[in-house]
């Protein structure tokens, strides 16, 4: 009995210590009209993104490649679609160290959002 409340408690605080996803209205304001350096933990490569005001979004990978897109925010999820490929829409959640992360409902990080900047700041 001892060890199941043992492992009850460490489990809770566990729990407790995992960062809360950002709301819909926290990612809007986060991404919206901004521009990104991050890590695409899917493909293996950084890049840089602008996330337009009106949902239009621009990907340069660090191979030079530009992907151009769109991005919405649906039921507090970041989704992200680009022409060739399928919607992906994932939580948004802050690191301690100023980073955030997206993530899929199982657990999978797909990219990591490395700092932010104020507006389309590489001139996408």
Avoid: H
Wanted: proline share 3%; charged share 25%; hydrophobic share 35%.
């Amino acid at each position: 009995m001892k060890r199941l409340t043992l492992l009850c408690l460490l489990l809770a605080s566990g729990m407790a210590s995992a960062a809360t996803p950002l709301t819909g209205d926290q990612i809007k304001a986060l991404v919206s009209g901004n521009s990104a350096a991050g890590f695409a933990d899917s493909l293996g490569k950084n890049y840089t993104a602008y996330y337009a005001l009106d949902g239009k979004l621009v990907q340069v990978l660090d191979n030079k490649k530009r992907r151009q897109g769109t991005w919405k925010v649906a039921d507090n999820n970041f989704c992200t679609q680009f022409p060739t490929e399928p919607e992906r829409c994932t939580k948004v959640v802050p690191g301690d160290n100023g980073e955030y992360q997206r993530i899929k409902d199982d657990g999978m990080v797909t990219n990591t959002f490395k700092k932010f900047y104020k507006g389309n700041a590489y001139k996408y």
